[in-house]
């Protein structure tokens, strides 16, 4: 069974950067999206980026937007999130997930993503 393992959370002063990372077991995103979703404290999940499979589609939340980005490493099966300029309401759970349909575009929908990682924290002190 694939098994998602986020990294690279912790507590950052506002304005200051973390690269998240997320490896992928057994080389079973081959020929699947990933995206990083986020939950703050007391509210909903929400999406932040996504990047299909082949690494030509990436897609980012607006809030997000030219301070994030997704990447990903097929020969070490691992996604990443670098986030740069960071701010208080950046904090949140931060989870990696795997699509749930292979070769096909990729959304940022929960819907469309299958199996999930437990989650790394990140907090911005202002």
């Known amino acids: 069974q694939v098994q998602l393992v986020e990294s690279g959370g912790g507590l950052v002063q506002a304005g200051g950067s973390l690269r998240l990372s997320c490896e992928v077991s057994?080389?079973?995103?081959?020929?699947?999206?990933l995206g990083w979703f986020r939950q703050p404290p007391g509210k909903e999940r929400e999406a932040v980026a996504s990047?299909?499979?082949?690494?030509?589609?990436?897609l980012y939340t607006d809030s997000v937007k030219g301070r994030f980005t997704i990447s990903e490493d097929d020969a070490k099966n691992t996604v990443y999130l670098e986030m740069n300029a960071l701010k208080p309401e950046d904090t949140a759970v931060y989870y990696c997930?795997?699509?749930?349909?292979?070769?096909?575009?990729?959304?940022?929908?929960?819907?469309?993503?299958?199996?999930w990682g437990r989650g790394t924290q990140v907090v911005v002190s202002s």
């Open positions: 057994d080389g079973t995103s081959v020929g699947y999206g």
């Open positions: 990047i299909s499979w082949s690494g030509a589609q990436l």
């Open positions: 997930a795997l699509q749930s349909e292979r070769f096909t575009p990729v959304t940022l929908s929960h819907h469309d993503f299958g199996s």
